[in-house]
């Protein structure tokens, strides 16, 4: 199982990008996405998820009404679109696939990460 996240950059303050990751069929239809993002010196934090079956999506707090997590079962990808960028928004961003939680033990598939850079 692979996963290929893309679409990070840099980008000023108040900015917008949109993350895409792309992932195998089965996967994708039956379990949680979700994307996390680890700034430098840092660990590994939730951003949101989408459950399987429309069970609904998460964000955490920081991200709250300005990131928006949507899939597309059809072809497979998993996309993040972030407005209102912010400094503190500045990490790898990384995709993943399991079982829906805000610990990233719970999940069994990570892309390999895409930067994401916010300027002041």
């Known amino acids: 199982v692979q996963l290929q996240a893309s679409g990070g950059g840099f980008v000023q303050a108040g900015g917008s990008l949109r993350l895409s990751c792309t992932t195998s069929?089965?996967?994708?239809?039956?379990?949680?996405k979700a994307w996390f993002r680890q700034a430098p010196g840092k660990e590994r934090e939730f951003v949101a998820a989408?459950?399987?079956?429309?069970?609904?999506?998460y964000y955490a707090g920081p991200v709250k009404g300005r990131f928006s997590i949507s899939g597309d079962n059809a072809a497979n990808t998993l996309f993040l679109k972030m407005n209102s960028l912010k400094p503190e928004d500045t990490g790898v961003y990384y995709c993943a696939v399991g079982i829906y939680s805000e610990s990233v033990g719970t999940y069994d598939y990570w892309g390999q990460g895409t930067l994401v850079t916010v300027s002041s």
């Open positions: 069929g089965r996967i994708f239809s039956t379990y949680t």
């Open positions: 989408l459950r399987w079956g429309g069970r609904g999506t």
